[in-house]
């Protein structure tokens, strides 16, 4: 009986990961527009929901300013816990989550350029039909993303994934 209710347990918990409950969204690096959540454990006080704002610089109580555009949620968690373990707090656990992510962006040939929500595991294809589709002169292959503070161009295909505050640029074919 106990084996049964810890196999459907183990079951419940395999379902709630797979399907992205759990899952940790360590994937992007935060950006200006995004939403954060910080929280820090038994110590309500501490806690922040913040936009990020072109800067990239948050003040937290305590430790002031701290940068956290260009890092992941965990690289700044365990950044905020140095920094609270520094002087403030015996064992300070701090969790980063993104609450929400700036948009991506798409223009060229497409029937509605502009910004548009990001949604995890968005592609070319998807974003793509968010933006009404393809123009009729729109190229099939003239496919490019702007990413990165660096602003790098990449060419991608269809099944290529969108990031938080890519900007998707498709070329009109010449025939």
């Known amino acids: ?102 948009p991506f962006f798409i223009r060229g040939a497409v029937s509605k350029s502009g910004a548009y929500k990001f949604e995890y595991d968005l592609t070319v294809d998807q974003a793509i039909a968010i933006a009404g589709g393809l123009k009729d002169r729109a190229s099939k292959k003239g496919w490019y993303v702007i990413r990165g503070v660096e602003k790098s161009r990449i060419k991608v295909t269809k099944e290529s994934r969108i990031f938080p505050g890519d900007i998707l640029e498709i070329e009109e074919s010449l025939f």
Not at 42 to 60: H, R
Request: hydrophobic share 45%.
């Open 1 to 102: 009986m106990a084996s049964q209710f810890l196999t459907l347990i183990l079951s419940l918990l395999a379902l709630l990961w797979s399907s992205g409950v759990f899952a940790v969204n360590d994937e992007f690096d935060i950006g200006s527009g995004d939403i954060i959540a910080i929280k820090v454990y038994n110590e309500p006080d501490l806690s922040v929901k913040a936009n990020v704002g072109q800067s990239g610089i948050l003040k937290m109580p305590l430790i002031g300013e701290i940068v956290v555009a260009g890092k992941t949620s965990k690289e700044l968690s365990e950044e905020l816990e140095m920094a609270y373990f520094d002087g403030y707090l015996v064992n300070p656990s701090v969790s980063v989550v993104i609450e929400s992510y700036r």
